[in-house]
């Protein structure tokens, strides 16, 4: 029996669509709380599946599922370990969060060149003080949204879990 190596990567994806395009009973596709997807950019990425890179996989899906999700759903999109080797804080949000623009949106995962480290912990850490910042008073209180792909472990000697657990708390 085959087994599809892109199973997981078209699971999350699939993930990202009902997170943030699912209707929801108690808000209005204005006041849906903001998400923050974090691509990994590290040298890792450059790794094949099925002889295609991951990063390229990541690519072509995030521009389909783009296509599914509501226009005023509010996402950004940050990246880690795409701009320097050996470098724990090289984290950049590469698309504020914004209202989807579907080009804007795909561009910006285009660019990531994978080269560096997976400080996933930092990159948590990061998306969850800007998905505060970018609250509104009608989402204050409301579950947010960080997706994370990655392929690997972090590697900057810290604890994702621990950050995980925190924000959930």
Known sequence: MLIDK?????LFFA????????PNEVMSAEHKPPAVLII??????WGRLNKREKIVIVRQELARQLDLLRPRVELGVMSYGHRRRRDCRDIEMIV????????????????????????????LEMAAQGLEAART??????????ILVADGIENCRRDPCETASALKA
């Open 137 to 146: 008073t009608q989402t204050k209180g409301q579950a947010s949204h960080i």
């Open 96 to 123: 504020p969060i914004s209202p989807i623009d579907k080009k804007a949106h795909s561009q910006a995962v285009k660019r990531l060149l994978p080269r560096g480290k997976t400080p996933i912990y930092s990159a």
């Open 40 to 45: 990994d950019g590290s040298g890792s990425m």
């Open 6 to 10: 892109f199973l997981p990567l078209k």
């Open 15 to 22: 993930l990202l669509v009902l997170v943030l395009a699912a």
